[in-house]
């Protein structure tokens, strides 16, 4: 309790989002801002985009906006290191960022399947090591990868994403093991369609079939992904590890 206020789940807690220009991203850093978390986001090419959210976030957190291709081999010990020298280290990762295109199969050639890897998946693990090496001197640490339905189930989707966010589950999986013991929670976020970000690049007639077979009816709001995900890398999570938690307002039920 804070002035007679409950204090939010995150309070004082060093939070990295990656991806927080727009979309899932910003809906994560909002909540976690608002639930008292101090907020370092990356963005690519989004300059206008990143502006907004850090605006957004003046008003609650102290922000930290990181203008990073991660797919540079050393970006993401770059990053990590900056949110470490600007707050002493850090709490909790969230890996957001990733990249999709509506490409068939027999299209996909090998540039677009490396670019696409080196973003959702590698970068991933690159995030993920530099992060664990600071969690596990403190004891402490909640990863939550944000996932797809596409990596969770057999749906229309192009195939390098799919795999991208399968990889992406198994990684958390292995995660959760093998950090467990250092006080380090791994989960993932298995997201439907949300307003904005990816949203752009599913064709029209999926996101009719996704809304037809969505249990709500209706597309998911980015703040609704930030509330799972701020109790996901809270200490109010104290024993869910290793999970792939489905969002998508019962689609796949």
């Known amino acids: 309790m804070s002035n007679g206020m409950p204090e939010g789940l995150l309070q004082g807690r060093r939070v990295l989002v990656t991806g927080g220009s727009g979309g899932i991203g910003r809906g994560i850093c909002e909540v976690a801002a608002r639930e008292g978390a101090r907020v370092a986001f990356t963005y690519h090419g989004n300059a206008e985009g990143a502006e907004a959210t850090r605006a957004k976030l003046g008003a609650h ?13 050393d970006a993401p010990a770059r990053v990590m290191a900056q949110v ?40 991933v693990f690159r995030l993920c090591r530099a992060a664990a090496r600071a969690m596990v001197r403190q004891k402490y640490g909640r990863i939550v990868n944000i996932g797809s339905i596409a990596g969770a ?15 992406i589950e198994g990684m958390t999986r292995s995660l959760a093991h093998e950090l467990g013991s250092y006080g380090i929670l791994t ?26 077979a969505c249990a709500l009816g209706r597309i998911g709001s980015p703040s609704e992904c930030g509330e799972l995900v701020a109790w996901l ?21």
């Open 187 to 212: 989960n993932c976020v298995a997201a439907g369609i949300f307003e904005g970000g990816l949203r752009s690049t599913i064709p029209e007639h999926h996101q009719k079939r996704y809304l037809d």
């Open 153 to 167: 189930r057999s749906i229309a989707s192009p195939v390098h994403y799919a795999t991208s966010k399968g990889a």
């Open 61 to 73: 957190a102290e922000a930290i906006a990181i203008q990073v291709d991660l797919r540079e081999r």
């Open 233 to 253: 890398a809270s200490a109010r999570n104290s024993y869910l590890n290793g999970t792939v938690l489905v969002l998508d307002g019962g689609t796949l039920a």
């Open 84 to 123: 470490e020298a600007a707050w002493g280290g850090i709490d909790a990762l969230i890996n957001n960022a990733a990249i999709s295109e509506a490409v068939p199969f027999v299209l996909i050639d090998d540039d677009d399947w490396d670019d696409l890897m080196a973003l959702n998946v590698t970068a």
